[in-house]
């Protein structure tokens, strides 16, 4: 599977398809819960505990209408086209779901701690109140290491208020491992339907290689068949990168690759192990989803001792 990364003719268009699918209208679980405490009305203002009234900000997918965001407008829009970051969706997200009265799941130092939240010369309070009196000041956001995510915001000759967090996937898109598999599976179901009615090819100029496939989940193991193409159009739509590795077969039969979709900016990949049987002429394949990136480099070296 030489030059697999050439994904599908069309992925654009099938990427835009995908994402339409993705019911019931918000792009996550916590934004539904989230609207049904503040709306959905762009540019909105909602009481905060030690704030007082700040605007919202709510974002949708311009194509399929889906809610993809609601959370303070913290970050400008100059900021968030200069340097695209899903730093800016999850603080203004999370200080808006910490701030918002009533009663908690646990209390607010409790979750803080347990979600690795520092901060220097700021809190959360802080970062709302810019929402009312700094929102076009401009901030840095820094990776450190690939494992944590600092904004900071100058406030002094060589003084800056700052907030660094883990660079972690569930914490960044505010979803659990049973949601993000639950949603993967229902874009990949989707494709498969596509998939039987039309044609997505894994290579340029091949027919479609159709594939079944295995999804390793935490609430039970998934099977389903579709189009290898179409599984890596799904990933794609996520705004992964893929990379690509052959493992060593001792079976002339049977070649193996395995193939690494990265989102290193949300820190997680996932590993798509892929087994062609030429002489029976079907393909197989183990998803194994939302890996942590810290699990990568590892990734090949174990295979090769599966051998």
């Excluded at 905060?48 to 900000?57: A, D, K, Q, T, W």
Aim: proline content about 5%.
């Amino acid at each position: 599977m030489n030059a697999a990364l050439r994904i599908a003719i069309g992925i654009v268009a099938f990427s835009a398809w995908v994402a339409q699918a993705d019911t019931p209208g918000f792009a996550s679980d916590r934004l539904e819960r989230l609207a049904s405490r503040v709306g959905v009305e762009d540019g909105a203002t909602v009481e905060l505990e030690g704030v007082g009234s700040v605007p919202l900000r709510v974002d949708t997918d311009s194509v399929t209408g889906v809610v993809t965001h609601i959370g303070l407008r913290v970050f400008s829009d100059r900021q968030r086209r200069m340097a695209p970051s899903p730093v800016y969706d999850f603080l203004e997200r999370y200080t808006l779901e910490a701030l918002l009265p009533g009663e908690r799941p646990k209390p607010l130092e409790k979750q803080l701690v347990e979600d690795d939240l520092e901060f220097c010369d700021l809190d959360l309070q802080g970062i709302a109140q810019m929402s009312l009196d700094t929102a076009d000041a401009t901030c840095t956001v820094t990776c450190l290491a690939g494992r944590r995510y600092r904004v900071e915001w100058p406030y002094a000759k060589g003084r800056s208020r700052a907030v660094d967090f883990p660079v972690n996937h569930r914490l960044l898109l505010g979803q659990d491992m049973d949601e993000l598999e639950r949603r993967l599976i229902s874009r990949l179901e989707t494709s498969a339907q596509l998939g039987r009615a039309g044609s997505w090819t894994a290579l340029a100029n091949d027919p479609p290689t159709i594939a079944n496939v295995t999804i390793l989940c935490y609430g039970g193991n998934k099977s389903i068949t579709l189009p290898l193409g179409a599984i890596l159009a799904v990933l794609k739509a996520e705004g992964c990168d893929f990379t690509e590795s052959t493992i060593p077969s001792d079976n002339d039969s049977i070649s193996k690759q395995l193939i690494l979709a990265n989102n290193p900016s949300l820190g997680y990949c996932h590993s798509l192990r892929v087994e062609t049987h030429t002489r029976c002429d079907t393909v197989t394949a183990r998803l194994v989803p939302y890996l942590p990136m810290s699990k990568v480099e590892n990734l090949f070296y174990e295979n090769k001792l599966a051998e």
